[in-house]
């Protein structure tokens, strides 16, 4: 079972204010934990959103909406894939992940969707074959 810890934004990481070497060496700490427990997939940080763009799709229309986005509950500042046996061994390595804020922090966790879960049909193999094909 792969979940994403969802790191959220906070307006220090929104004006790309770096992370001090307190909060660097508890995240790599964590990580390399991961990493010899063989569950790390991956993990990384997001720039601002004033590096980014959305697009949005209303009645047919496609829009692109350059950032910065001004919704910071909403965004992501970075985020880890683990793979677990279980959520309980989910629940337990979130736990232990470092504030990743100075003060108030929050990390959201979601399982992700295994193609397994969508059933037996046409479509999700073609997915397989995509997979398949990155090995």
Same mark, same amino acid.
């Given at each position: ?19 001090? $070497? ?54 992501? @500042? ?9 959520? $309980?061994? @989910? ?5 232990? !992940? ?14 992700? !969707?295994?193609? $397994? #879960? !969508?059933? #037996?049909?046409? $479509? ?7 997979? @398949?094909?990155?090995?």
């Amino acid at each position: 079972m792969r979940y994403m810890i969802v790191v959220k934004a906070s307006k220090d990481s929104e004006a790309g204010v770096m992370p001090g $070497e307190e909060l660097l060496s508890a995240m790599a700490g964590y990580h390399e934990q991961l990493a010899q427990a063989g569950v790390l997939v991956d993990a990384s940080g997001l720039q601002p959103s004033s590096k980014g763009w959305r697009i949005k799709w209303s009645d047919g229309r496609k829009t692109v909406v350059d950032g910065p986005f001004t919704e910071t509950k909403e965004l992501i @500042a970075g985020y880890t894939i683990i793979n677990v046996k279980s959520e $309980e061994e @989910a629940r337990e390595w979130a736990s232990r !992940f470092p504030n990743p804020h100075v003060g108030d922090g929050e990390i959201e966790i979601r399982r992700i !969707f295994e193609l $397994e #879960d !969508f059933g #037996d049909r046409p $479509e999700i193999d073609r997915f397989r074959e995509l997979d @398949a094909g990155r090995k």
